[in-house]
């Protein structure tokens, strides 16, 4: 009886050490596995660094192929196209303008009544989604869409037309697309960004085919401006404000322009003598530099984009991008440990996490981070994850779109550099030099597009790096200023600053 008591006792003993070794095994397992996902994090963190060193060096590689691509076509991956905006408004022009903004993931029709004295009047927008379908149609299909629906706007809305003598005719097209442009109102497509494909459209003219599809729809408009949105966005800056010299929109995609000395645009140097400058729509999404913080999430999401080895810089930048490299992120992170749960099949879709939704886990400021549980679970069907891990979500937002508004501070600066407006004198004019001569100048740089609008934590860190970049002395010098639906106001303003009957009222840069 002894013996089988003492038998018990020593079975339940071995038992419990058993037990317990097995729970301190899955334990040290669970913190070794937790160990990774950090260390995976951090190291993610450490290839994004984009220390104010790093980040003077892409300022200088950004001025350098500024200079190749202004030299020489083909001279860069930037491709600095001319817009052949040689005038901006400068705030006296006046009449109704309609607009039409082609670019993200929304269509956008504009009616402005501009009244002098930089007063706008009247503004009305209309935004539609543009069909997943029609994305990848014909280019017939697309602009009968478009030439649609602003029929219909101008029948609903568009009740002063008649009243307005012709003015109301005049109309300014915004194409956030890389445009090779022959005239300010004419302009064929070199290729399509941001997930449209219409193949048909590459090297035609779009103005042509904006007009044709206008006359099948009965619509007797004259396109009067054919602008990139980064242009569109530099004229309504400049309309508000004289002292814009530039340009940058960061939403779906990104880009920047700029005005520029004819004298610089050496590719063209005929071409331009009788002018004193010219914008120029840098294409800056196509930016690369050995300098840039890349990663192999960039590198994969390059490599299944619809254009591998283009729009480097866009890919690491706009709001198409920054949430799906999260995705990476995190399906890595569940690939390598449990702390997600059991592997779910939505980290394998691309685009699933879209970028305002990433937005949304980053700004969460529950203490639980409930909207990140929430996010987690009804986009990526990930349940029930701990606060720790929810952390760890945020923590990869935020190394994400650091490095992108760190990047984008960058290239404003270099564009600043290029103009000697950053306080150095530029690299290579002797010129104008700024601030060491005394000559500093108040520069300000329109900015649109939803990252820069409405992600604050974005905005911050934008507005601090180029404190950080320029240093303290020059930065109060520089003014970022926020253009909501810049873009397309200004190809209404660019549409009156060239129409015919208003030719007085513009400023020649
Ligand atoms: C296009 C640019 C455009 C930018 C912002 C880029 O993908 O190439 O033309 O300005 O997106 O919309």
Not at 8 to 27: E, K, L, T
Not at 148 to 175: A, V, Y
Not at 316 to 325: A, K, P, Q, T, V
Not at 342 to 359: E, I, N, Q, Y
Request: glycine share 10%; hydrophobic share 40%.
């Amino acid at each position: 009886m002894g013996k089988l008591v003492l038998g018990i006792a020593v079975g339940c003993a071995v038992m419990s050490c058993v037990i317990a070794g097995v729970m301190v095994g899955r334990r040290i397992r669970s913190r070794r596995r937790w160990w990774n996902v950090v260390t995976t994090v951090e190291e993610f963190k450490e290839t994004t660094e984009t220390s104010v060193e790093r980040l003077r060096q892409v300022v200088d590689a950004m001025v350098v192929e500024m200079h190749a691509g202004l030299a020489s076509e083909g001279g860069s991956k930037l491709k600095m196209l001319l817009t052949f905006v040689e005038k901006l408004p400068d705030g006296s022009e006046n009449g109704i303008y309609y607009a039409l903004h082609v670019g993200g993931t929304n269509f956008r029709i504009l009616r402005i009544q501009l009244g002098g004295q930089r007063s706008i009047l009247a503004h009305d927008v209309d935004r539609k989604p543009i069909p997943q379908i029609l994305m990848t149609s014909t280019s017939e299909e697309f602009f009968d869409f478009i030439a649609l629906s602003l029929k219909e706007f101008i029948e609903r809305k568009g009740d002063n037309l008649q009243l307005s003598h012709d003015r109301g005719k005049d109309l300014g097209f915004t194409f956030s697309f890389p445009v090779k442009q022959t005239s300010v109102s004419s302009g064929t497509l070199i290729k399509w960004t941001k997930g449209f494909a219409i193949e048909d459209m590459v090297e035609k003219d779009v103005v042509e085919c904006l007009q044709k599809a206008l006359s099948r729809r009965g619509l007797d408009m004259n396109v009067a401006a054919l602008v990139n949105d980064s242009v569109g966005t530099l004229a309504v800056g400049h309309f508000l404000d004289n002292d814009t010299v530039a340009a940058v929109v960061i939403g779906t995609g990104t880009n920047a322009c700029y005005i520029e000395r004819a004298d610089a645009v050496i590719k063209c140097q005929g071409l331009l003598t009788t002018s004193g400058g010219m914008v120029i729509n840098m294409e800056w999404g196509n930016f690369w530099s050995s300098h840039l913080p890349r990663t192999s999430y960039d590198i994969d999401l390059d490599a299944e984009s619809q254009n591998p080895n283009d729009q480097g810089f866009e890919k690491m930048i706009s709001g198409m991008y920054l949430g799906d490299i999260v995705r990476r992120v995190i399906h890595r992170l569940s690939l390598e440990s449990d702390v997600f749960g059991p592997l779910s099949s939505k980290l394998s879709t691309r685009f699933v996490l879209s970028t305002p939704l990433m937005a949304a886990i980053h700004e969460d400021d529950s203490s639980d981070l409930s909207q990140v549980a929430k996010i987690l679970e009804e986009t990526l069907d990930i349940h029930d994850v701990p606060l720790k891990v929810r952390k760890i979500m945020v923590k990869v937002c935020d190394v994400v779109t650091r490095r992108a508004a760190r990047l984008v501070a960058a290239g404003i600066v270099g564009i600043l550099k290029k103009i000697s407006r950053d306080g150095t004198g530029g690299i290579s004019s002797g010129r104008n030099k700024g601030y060491k001569s005394g000559k500093m100048r108040r520069t300000v740089v329109a900015v649109e597009g939803g990252l820069y609008t409405s992600y604050t934590i974005f905005r911050e860190y934008l507005n601090e790096a180029v404190a950080e970049i320029l240093g303290e002395e020059i930065a109060p010098y520089v003014i970022l200023k926020t253009m909501e639906d810049g873009s397309g106001i200004g190809a209404a303003m660019l549409a009156a600053a060239n129409s015919a009957r208003n030719v007085d009222t513009v400023q020649v840069l």
